[in-house]
């Protein structure tokens, strides 16, 4: 089956193709150079004059896993006004802060989206989190898995193991959960939360192990560098949500000692101690610490003002700011020597000063960090806002006449601490593909996504160009995946399921043994259980294929 | 019949869904070894005992292919208005091939165990709580408090796997841990320690437990006088607060099962709050033990798959939660559904059948009645007022599968054992959705 797109403007920053005007070719699920002699093209759909990019690629969502269970138990109120009704080939579900799985997958790719990666998959709870992405259609599918405040790692870590021991350890984990990335949240504060410790700067040992979250950060980086994991270490900092932790950032950064990192939801940890309030944005010293380290990159969680709920391993954070919830309920637990969790929902108010410097934080970072290959457009769904916020999102990005009639509505005393009506900057269309295609794909090492080239998939967003780039990217024309029309003008016409990304990293299989005895002495499954097979991915993606993608580093080294 | 001799096998008979079990299939008897609980084998045994040429599909009670069995089904499904899916026993992919039968015809759904299952659900859904996993009891808990169950009834390998250890990670030994009884327990052997130190009980009866979890609220909160007037034994409750307040990581157990009185979410309010009040000063946790009947499991599914917990309706084309309105009980009583599919597939013992003699008795329902159609596992016993009967794959004998555990966080992968040719749970839903054609919604 050959596809001619016919006569479209191209935007494929990989290929450095800006709004070029040119046919595109897709055979069989993928993108092809032309047809081959002789060979008839089965469909042609005219698209001159519509803008063309790759599928759009959610590189830190909170799709699957038993922190978005514990939301939807615990919050029937969050889905009661968005019910979604089972319509032509569409099931049920329901929307907004913690929708449905199915939902999820007919929305993203609505919009144009058609992968989305889940940034805190719990190695014990990886069984499920793929359960429920693989619940989740169209879209494609992949998890970076956690470590850094289990047991294993940090007794690994204070018996002084070899770094060679520790890459074993983490090749294993990545390998056995299905993961495609590496994650640490709170770098063993989540750990110490259990022994009662309430809060734990980078440079404070651990009250049981005396590791550093500095140690552990610079370990788990250095190892994913070792093992050659395309995507950097994923880094939740230390001190999430606390005043004055864009020292924390920056300390971290360093750090890292050169070892590529991805700093995520930066957002939450570029805060200051100015003013009478004692909380104000250093997004400045954050955005020009990104802008001179080229081994570093970073997701947003921009915040948007409306009602969420937040979802985070970070257990020691979530408890200490469960007061702010709201609806005041939350859920916190300690989880299997292995991590913990905390569900809080939030509502984020314009007129509120703190929440108010948030959002404006979030899109000084956005504006003042120059390379759109290393910032990522996201709002930590749904910590920050719902994924469906996203188009809202590029518009604030790519009118400034817009940003700032914004600005102009938030808390005064938020509007005058920031420096954000100073920015001229509008993101242009090439920026937003960047941020939201190429790259992502590059720094997840993704080769056949994110991009137009042939021999990539045939994932393809035909989109309407629009002076309101909200309205543009809300329901692009059309939506391929894998070659096939998923999407009409926001209308979900078949439905598909997508595949898993994952990495295998070469490790010494000889770890096993010491894990195993560790699995019976101290936890309650046994290491055979705790993997997951290939074999299980597919049984469990109604039909999604396991993509493994390459272990293999581009030229940036320490 | 045997495909071999099977390791680390989990069992799908109770939320703790122990998975060190082995398995040997030898003349047609499933036996187990490795720890297994009495339970354990005894469903391994039952289910696998029953021989595969033994009839397994029943109309109005008499044996029938299951080809017959189906069409019955799907002409039963296809006349149905309203129809309620209960029971819902089963695992993941079970609920997986139900909720998408469900969406098609616009059922109910409503598990067995959801009443108990509410008390903790009331308790989230308000305020939230803090709790813990198996393997954190195992290694940390220094204080150990069953509430209002002695555990080992409902989940018999607990204190063996999660207290009584040879080595908790952060712990000197075992043995130090304090266990504490609120309650009248029954089985109280299993929490007795491996050098014989009885646990300590503070005998409460069942009525007077509410008042009793609202006092040790107090009293660690540091709200109630000085000295209050109650006949509750005062002096033990405070003592167990302040061991609690003094804990390194203390736990509190446990099962809304038996918390079987009504409105037992205050008690279990009452427990969270101050679980929550601890954890001001230093750690503490609920461990609220449950997962049995795959309860867990098909209402892990129904939450990502529509959003909400059990007992949702999809009869208008999308989800709508009432915890009150779509309660199996209820619905019979008001003669409000016509067709019920009743799934018991995990253990043969808990078909836990519903009665269906309100529905048939209101006026409101024909006098055909309510036909029921009930899938079950092999060995269990022929359901009387079952329209249709058919046997199903039991996941982790006759088929694969995963099951939550009582935590909620581990899922375990269930394994087929035996080759037998039940259909699952899924493949059924599966083939009266192809069945029903364009004919329904």
């Known amino acids: 089956m050959l596809t001619l797109l016919k006569g479209g403007k191209i935007v494929d920053p990989t290929r450095k193709l800006s709004s070029v005007s040119g046919d595109l070719f897709m055979r069989d699920g993928w993108i092809v150079a032309g047809p081959n002699p002789g060979e008839r093209i089965d469909e042609e759909i005219d698209i001159t004059g519509r803008v063309v990019m790759a599928g759009a690629i959610d590189m830190h969502t909170h799709i699957g896993g038993g922190k978005v269970n514990i939301a939807r138990n615990m919050l029937p109120e969050d889905h009661r006004f968005d019910p979604v009704h089972r319509a032509g080939l569409c099931r049920s579900g329901c929307g907004h802060a913690a929708p449905s799985t199915l939902t999820t997958g007919y929305r993203y790719a609505a919009m144009g989206y058609t992968a989305g990666f889940e940034p805190a998959m719990l190695p014990v709870n990886a069984r499920q989190a793929h359960l429920e992405m693989g619940d989740t259609p169209i879209i494609d599918k992949g998890a970076y898995v956690m470590l850094g405040s289990d047991d294993f790692l940090l007794r690994l870590m204070r018996e002084g193991a070899s770094q060679e021991r520790i890459n074993d350890y983490v090749g294993f984990t990545i390998a056995s959960s299905q993961a495609l990335g590496l994650k640490v949240v709170n770098p063993g504060g989540i750990s110490d939360f259990k022994f009662n410790r309430r809060a734990l700067d980078l440079d404070e040992a651990h009250s049981h192990y005396n590791v550093t979250a500095r140690q552990i950060v610079h370990t788990l980086a250095r190892a994913l560098h070792e093992l050659k994991v395309p995507h950097p270490l994923h880094i939740h900092a230390s001190n999430l949500g606390v005043p004055g932790n864009f020292q924390t950032t920056l300390d971290t950064i360093t750090g890292a000692e050169g070892f590529p990192i991805h700093l995520t939801h930066i957002q939450f940890h570029s805060y200051g101690t100015e003013g009478d309030r004692k909380f104000s944005s250093e997004a400045a010293k954050i955005a020009e610490a990104i802008n001179n380290n080229p081994h570093v990159s970073a997701d947003v969680g921009q915040i948007m003002f409306g009602q969420t709920v937040t979802c985070s391993g970070d257990s020691m954070t979530q408890h200490r700011n469960a007061g702010f919830g709201s609806p005041k309920k939350s859920v916190i637990m300690d989880i299997e020597c292995d991590a913990g969790c905390g569900v809080v929902p939030f509502k984020y108010k314009d007129k509120n000063f703190v929440n108010a410097l948030q959002w404006a934080i979030g899109l000084e970072i956005f504006l003042r960090v120059e390379d759109p290959w290393r910032i990522f457009l996201t709002t930590d769904h749904p910590n920050g806002a719902p994924f469906t916020s996203y188009p809202h999102l590029i518009r604030l990005l790519m009118d400034k006449t817009f940003r700032n009639d914004a600005l102009s509505r938030i808390n005064p005393d938020a509007a005058a601490m920031s420096t954000l009506g100073s920015i001229d900057r509008e993101y242009t269309l090439d920026e937003i593909a960047i941020m939201t295609r190429s790259a992502p794909a590059k720094i997840l090492g993704l080769k056949d996504c994110g991009h137009l080239g042939p021999g990539a998939r045939a994932d393809v967003v035909v989109y309407k160009e629009d002076s309101d780039p909200e309205k543009m990217f809300t329901a692009p024309e059309y939506v391929f995946k894998n070659g096939t029309m998923v999407a009409k003008n926001g209308d979900i016409v078949a439905v598909t399921w997508g595949d898993v990304h994952v990495v295998k990293p070469q490790f010494d299989r000889s770890i096993e043994k010491p894990l195993g005895e560790y699995f019976d002495r101290h936890l309650t499954q046994k290491l055979g259980n705790f993997r997951i097979s290939d074999d299980e991915i597919r049984d469990i993606t109604n039909g999604g294929g396991l993509r493994v993608h390459a272990c293999e580093r581009d030229g940036r080294t320490v | ?441």
């Open chain 2, 1 to 441: 019949m045997a495909t071999a001799s099977l390791t680390d096998i989990a069992c799908p008979f109770c939320g703790l869904a122990c998975d060190d079990l082995s398995l040997n299939d030898s003349s047609g008897t499933l036996t187990t070894s490795g720890g297994a609980c009495s339970r354990a084998q005894f469903a391994f045994q039952k289910i696998g005992s029953v021989r595969s040429d033994a009839a397994s599909s029943w109309i109005e009670g008499k044996p029938v292919t299951l080809e017959q069995a189906l069409t019955k089904a799907i002409e039963l499904m296809a006349a149905a208005q309203a129809p309620l899916f209960g029971g819902l026993a089963t695992d993941v992919l079970g609920m997986r091939g139900l909720m998408e039968l469900a969406d098609r015809t616009g059922a109910i759904l409503d598990h067995m165990n959801s009443e108990s299952k509410l008390r903790n659900l009331r308790t989230v859904q308000d305020a939230g709580w803090i709790t813990t996993t198996l393997s954190e009891v195992r290694n940390r808990a220094d204080v150990i408090v069953c509430f209002g169950t002695d555990v080992s009834s409902r989940f018999p390998r607990f204190f063996e796997r999660c207290v009584w250890v040879e080595q908790p990670m952060f712990l000197q030994d075992s043995e130090h841990r304090q266990v504490i009884f609120i309650g009248e327990p029954k089985n109280l052997a299993p929490a007795i320690s491996p050098r014989g130190q009885q646990p300590e009980v503070i005998a409460i009866p069942q009525d007077r437990l509410a008042e009793a979890a609202a006092l040790m609220r107090g009293l660690v909160a540091g709200s109630l006088p000085f000295k209050m007037k109650t006949d509750l034994p005062f002096e033990a409750l405070k003592s167990v607060a302040e061991r609690l307040q003094a804990a390194h990581y203390g736990v509190v157990v446990w099962a809304a099962a038996d918390l079987d009185w009504a409105h037992a979410e205050l008690t279990i309010q009452a427990l969270t709050a101050m679980i929550g009040t601890l954890n001001n000063t230093t750690r503490c946790a609920g461990m609220p033990l449950g997962g049995s009947d795959g309860d867990f499991s098909s209402d892990a599914v129904m939450l990502w798959q529509s959003g909400y917990p059990f007992r949702t309706s999809l009869a208008s084309g999308t989800s709508q939660y009432d915890p009150v309105m779509h309660a199996t009980e209820r619905i019979l009583a008001e003669g409000e559904t016509d067709c019920v599919l009743w799934v018991a597939g995990l253990d043969p013992d808990r078909i836990q059948v519903p009665n269906l003699r309100a529905v048939t008795s209101h006026p409101s329902v024909s006098p055909e009645g309510c036909p029921m159609i009930a899938l079950t596992s092999a060995g269990a016993d022929l359901v009387s007022e079952a329209a249709v009967q058919i046997t199903v794959a039991t996941p982790g004998v006759d088929t694969h599968g995963y099951l939550f555990r009582a935590d909620k966080v581990v899922t375990l992968p269930l394994r087929k054992a035996i080759q037998r040719s039940y259909p699952t749970v899924a493949e059924i839903a599966q083939h009266i959705l192809v069945g029903l054609g364009d004919k329904t919604c």
